[in-house]
C-alpha cells in the first residue's frame, strides 16, 4: 500500500523488452535500505523490484507485464521519463495522503491547464467507466500522487496543483495531451459496489 506522497522523482536509464518489459529506474533512494521483492510506486504503478544498483547511480530494476503496459502509461515510457516514486507504507508511517494501492483504473488525458495565482488547475478527461467513482472533494491518484477534485463535469474533472507540488513530483513538467496514470480512491469503487448489491 501506498499513500500518493511522491517521496523521489526517478529516471528511467534502461529499457529492454525480455518477455515482459524490464525497467532500470534512477533514483536517489539508499538501495542498500531495499530488499529484493520490495514494491516500488512507479508514476502510480506497484512494481517489484528484481535488482538494485549503484553503478553509475542508485537504481533498481523492475519487470512489468502486459498487463500493467496496457491499463498505464508505460507503453509511451522512454529513456530519461522522469518519475514520480513512491516506497510501500510501513506500519507507523504518517498517512499524508490517502490509501493508494498501485494498482491502476486506467489512463486519464490532461484537457487543459491553467494558472491561478502560483498553482495551476488541470482539467482531465476520464474514460467513462471510471468517471463515476470520482467525486468533488474526493480523492484520486494521478501518477502516484494524491490530489484532490475541485469539480466534475460528464467525464471530466479538475484539480490544482500547488507550488511545493510542481517541485517535489513531476507535475511542474506536464502538458495538454498528456496521458496520466489514473487509480480512484479504493472507498468509492467499494460504495459503488455496495450500492450495486442493494439495487
Same mark, same amino acid.
Given at each position: 500500500?501506498?499513500?500518493?506522497?511522491?517521496?523521489?522523482?526517478?529516471?528511467?536509464?534502461? !529499457?529492454?523488452?525480455?518477455?515482459? &518489459?524490464?525497467?532500470? #529506474?534512477?533514483?536517489?533512494?539508499?538501495?542498500?535500505?531495499? *530488499? %529484493?521483492? =520490495?514494491?516500488?510506486?512507479?508514476?502510480?504503478?506497484?512494481?517489484?523490484?528484481?535488482?538494485?544498483?549503484?553503478?553509475?547511480?542508485?537504481?533498481?530494476?523492475?519487470?512489468?507485464?502486459?498487463?500493467?503496459?496496457?491499463?498505464?502509461?508505460?507503453?509511451?515510457?522512454?529513456?530519461?521519463?522522469?518519475?514520480?516514486?513512491?516506497?510501500? !507504507?510501513?506500519?507507523?508511517?504518517? &498517512?499524508?495522503?490517502? #490509501?493508494?494501492?498501485?494498482?491502476?483504473?486506467?489512463?486519464? *488525458? %490532461?484537457? =487543459?491547464?491553467?494558472?491561478?495565482?502560483?498553482?495551476?488547475?488541470?482539467?482531465?478527461?476520464?474514460?467513462?467507466?471510471?468517471?463515476?467513482?470520482?467525486?468533488?472533494?474526493?480523492?484520486?491518484?494521478?501518477?502516484?500522487?494524491?490530489?484532490?477534485?475541485?469539480?466534475?463535469?460528464?467525464?471530466?474533472?479538475?484539480?490544482?496543483?500547488?507550488?511545493?507540488?510542481?517541485?517535489?513530483?513531476?507535475?511542474?513538467?506536464?502538458?495538454?495531451?498528456?496521458?496520466?496514470?489514473? *487509480? %480512484?480512491?479504493?472507498?468509492?469503487?467499494?460504495?459503488?459496489?455496495?450500492?450495486?448489491?442493494?439495487?
Amino acid at each position: 500500500m501506498f499513500t500518493g506522497i511522491v517521496t523521489d522523482i526517478g529516471t528511467v536509464l534502461e !529499457l529492454e523488452k525480455r518477455g515482459d &518489459l524490464r525497467a532500470r #529506474i534512477g533514483c536517489a533512494y539508499d538501495v542498500d535500505g531495499i *530488499e %529484493i521483492g =520490495a514494491s516500488i510506486a512507479c508514476d502510480g504503478v506497484c512494481l517489484t523490484v528484481i535488482a538494485l544498483g549503484t553503478d553509475p547511480q542508485n537504481w533498481f530494476d523492475v519487470e512489468i507485464s502486459a498487463e500493467s503496459v496496457s491499463k498505464t502509461n508505460i507503453s509511451a515510457w522512454v529513456v530519461g521519463k522522469k518519475l514520480n516514486l513512491e516506497r510501500a !507504507l510501513k506500519l507507523g508511517d504518517e &498517512l499524508g495522503g490517502h #490509501i493508494v494501492s498501485g494498482h491502476v483504473d486506467g489512463v486519464a *488525458e %490532461i484537457i =487543459a491547464m491553467v494558472d491561478e495565482g502560483d498553482s495551476t488547475r488541470i482539467k482531465f478527461d476520464a474514460p467513462e467507466a471510471l468517471a463515476k467513482f470520482i467525486a468533488p472533494k474526493g480523492s484520486v491518484a494521478l501518477n502516484g500522487t494524491s490530489l484532490t477534485v475541485n469539480e466534475v463535469e460528464g467525464t471530466s474533472f479538475g484539480i490544482n496543483v500547488i507550488p511545493h507540488t510542481q517541485e517535489v513530483t513531476t507535475w511542474g513538467r506536464v502538458k495538454v495531451g498528456d496521458k496520466v496514470n489514473l *487509480e %480512484i480512491d479504493t472507498l468509492a469503487r467499494y460504495v459503488a459496489r455496495l450500492q450495486e448489491w442493494q439495487a
